[in-house]
């Protein structure tokens, strides 16, 4: 359970992909050069990079920085490695934690130098006690913690260390088998540090991230640091069982093995990358776009076929979806699961298929040119459909690619390849679209570290500190607002904070994310029911709903359903056979939306043992839905399963029996 809490924080600004524009190249020697000289030989030893200062907006929670002192003089003894010091004024010798922690409990932050931050990083790894590393720094920063640390380097690597002596301490078995070189990259090298932070996730097998990376800087030694951005990607998506291989609509007879092959990815890419055959290079990439690439859930021979085969820029590489021949035939038929074994890129170019082959096709072959791609799916008004979004030049996505909308696919879902998180495609595409504050965003997922180091230690208020630091830096990120939340939440006596950190959120929302909006707006409602206020609260959905009326019905339905769940906890099951009623008038034209609320409906008639109000209200709503005649149409079978369930649930299982098996000859008719 332990590994569950580990770095949280991260997940959600992975959701902040496409947008980290780090250099891959970890020690490139240039980067090395473009650092201003550093006034001791120890300060030299890792490059580090130079944060220009940012002017920052006021903070609301957090307290005014204390400003540095004039003149802070250094001690008169610097503790070296492995030398312990003595206690002022007597003989007794201190250990060397105390005498660091001695050395810079007092510094404030904007003066903390990069000697006793190496110091301690090098007392880190010879003694692997990280509980003590962890407690050194938790102290440190509970003492000297200002909201504008970021713009002071040595602050940044303290930072790492703190974050990593956390990580490893809670799971010791992360390190029990990492070899000394890694572990002293880790902890030495400030860049490594944190972007090894930023991008591990409560997700990850630590323990195999850190193999993976072992095995790839002992194999490929010359390449492992100008990659290690690549490595790291590689590491956090293939460290488990792929999560999504896009979709289920292949026979198992004819689906090819999809296994990690970390060496030979690796290697595909490295050398596809050195010989300019990516339509990207790694350097051009941020690391969450770089995950985006190599992710493609496909046997690395089928990467080297589209890498061969395929030509085009990546300005045009939506072509490739409609390379692929529409096969109306199975379409019409019912006849969703491909057969044609085995299920490969040039099978599917020479055979055709449906959205959900055009859309794997197309996504495969863009990463196996270096084009960052997603795979979405969706509802609209026949059923489910996909399509693919890419990079089509940088810093501007294309997110629907072969999205029709005669449909109305309102909303899209892409599965993210590290941890498995559901984004909707508007969320996405809310952050492709503000995609100029690159250096805000990595500021803030480092702020929102330190705000859950904070938040585990019990210090509630400083957690919120960084993460309203965070929301600052890059507001237009969601997880930032998540976070902020939930330790507002935590905070005694901050309600009123929390409702109007809800109220920000919905104006700052107001036109550019429905969906973030209807959320704010679900959150503020809560607080109004817990202090009385029901009406009010119901008011301010009911309002949220006429807004998404018009251009976002599933926003509309979904903020129906929350105020359907609160009347049922209120006891009023009128009030929400009433709302079902009017979400079932309002969007009868959207039928594969209203597939999910007619499955809800049945299921609260049945918990309150009204199962014939819920066969009455299940044909009332399917005069009214009209699902269509056409078979090939998903819907219809699952109104028509849904129908059945309505008769068993009443005590007519026959009837049900009899319904399921017409829609299965009708379905195998087709």
């Not at 260390?161 to 070899?179: A, D, G, H, I, P």
């Not at 489910?384 to 890419?390: L, Q, S, V």
């Not at 507001?475 to 809800?502: G, K």
């Not at 609160?566 to 099951?573: A, V």
Request: charged residues 25%; contains cysteine.
């Amino acid at each position: 359970m332990k590994l569950k809490r580990i770095l949280r924080t991260s997940h959600s600004l992975l959701l902040v992909f496409l947008l980290h524009s780090v250099s891959s190249h970890l020690l490139n020697a240039q980067e090395a050069a473009e650092q201003p000289e550093q006034p001791a030989a120890e300060e030299q030893a890792a490059p580090q990079e130079q944060i220009a200062p940012q002017e920052q907006t006021p903070d609301p929670v957090a307290p005014e920085p204390t400003p540095a002192p004039p003149s802070q003089e250094p001690p008169n003894e610097t503790p070296q490695p492995g030398v312990p010091l003595r206690a002022p004024g007597t003989q007794q010798l201190l250990d060397p934690w105390t005498a660091l922690g001695r050395q810079i409990m007092d510094v404030p932050i904007q003066s903390l130098s990069a000697q006793p931050v190496l110091q301690i990083a090098e007392l880190t790894l010879r003694s692997r006690d990280f509980e003590a590393a962890e407690n050194l720094w938790s102290n440190y920063f509970q003492r000297q913690f200002r909201p504008d640390f970021l713009q002071y380097p040595n602050a940044l690597h303290a930072v790492g260390l703190w974050r990593l002596s956390w990580l490893f301490n809670e799971s010791r078995t992360t390190v029990e088998n990492m070899s000394q070189p890694l572990l002293s990259f880790l902890m030495t090298n400030q860049q490594a540090a944190w972007r090894v932070i930023r991008t591990l996730n409560k997700e990850d097998d630590l323990p195999k991230v850190f193999e993976i990376l072992d095995r790839l800087a002992a194999q490929f030694p010359d390449v492992f640091l100008s990659y290690f951005d690549v490595a790291l990607a590689l590491a956090v998506v293939w460290d488990q069982p792929p999560r999504h291989p896009y979709h289920t609509q292949v026979s198992p007879s004819s689906r090819l093995p999809i296994t990690p092959q970390i060496e030979e990815r690796f290697a595909f890419f490295v050398r596809s990358d050195r010989e300019g055959k990516l339509r990207y290079p790694f350097r051009a990439l941020s690391p969450e776009e770089i995950i985006h690439v190599i992710d493609a859930p496909a046997p690395v021979t089928e990467l080297l076929w589209a890498q061969q085969n395929l030509r085009g820029t990546a300005l045009n590489w939506f072509s490739k979806f409609y390379d692929i021949g529409y096969d109306g035939y199975r379409a019409g038929r019912g006849l969703y699961v491909w057969d044609k074994s085995p299920y490969t890129l040039r099978n599917i170019e020479r055979y055709g298929g449906l959205c959900v082959d055009q859309a794997y096709y197309a996504a495969v072959t863009a990463k196996a040119n270096g084009i960052p791609a997603l795979y979405f799916n969706g509802t609209g008004r026949r059923g489910d459909h996909a399509w693919f979004g890419y990079l089509r030049k940088p810093g501007q996505w294309d997110l629907e690619v072969g999205r029709y909308y005669l449909d109305n696919y309102v909303t899209g879902q892409t599965t993210h390849p590290q941890t498995g998180i559901q984004l909707t495609n508007h969320e996405v595409e809310l952050i492709a679209q503000t995609g100029s504050n690159t250096e805000g965003r990595w500021r803030a997922t480092i702020q929102l570290a330190v705000a859950e180091l904070f938040y585990l230690d019990r210090q509630l208020l400083r957690a919120a500190q960084a993460s309203e630091a965070a929301l600052q830096l890059a507001p237009e990120v969601i997880e930032p607002w998540r976070v902020h939340a939930r330790y507002l939440s935590a905070l005694p006596n901050a309600t009123p904070q929390l409702a109007a950190h809800y109220r920000r959120m919905m104006e700052y929302f107001r036109r550019s994310s429905p969906d973030l909006r209807a959320e704010a707006a679900a959150g503020l409602a809560q607080i109004m029911r817990e202090s009385g206020r029901d009406h009010e609260a119901d008011e301010l959905l009911r309002y949220q709903v006429r807004k998404a009326n018009d251009t976002r019905y599933d926003v509309a339905i979904r903020l129906q359903l929350e105020r359907i769940r609160e009347l049922e906890n209120r006891g009023d099951l009128k009030g929400c056979e009433d709302l079902y009623e009017e979400i079932v008038r309002d969007f009868a034209a959207e039928r594969g939306a209203l597939v999910e609320v007619l499955a809800q409906a049945l299921e609260m008639y049945r918990r309150h043992n009204q199962t014939r109000d819920g066969l009455d209200f299940i044909k009332w709503s399917l005069r009214r839905i009209a699902p269509g005649s056409v078979p090939g149409d998903l819907t219809y079978y699952q109104y028509l399963e849904i129908l059945a369930t309505a008769y068993e649930y009443d005590g007519d299982p026959r009837r049900a029996e009899r319904m399921r098996k017409n829609i299965e000859r009708a379905y195998k008719q087709y």
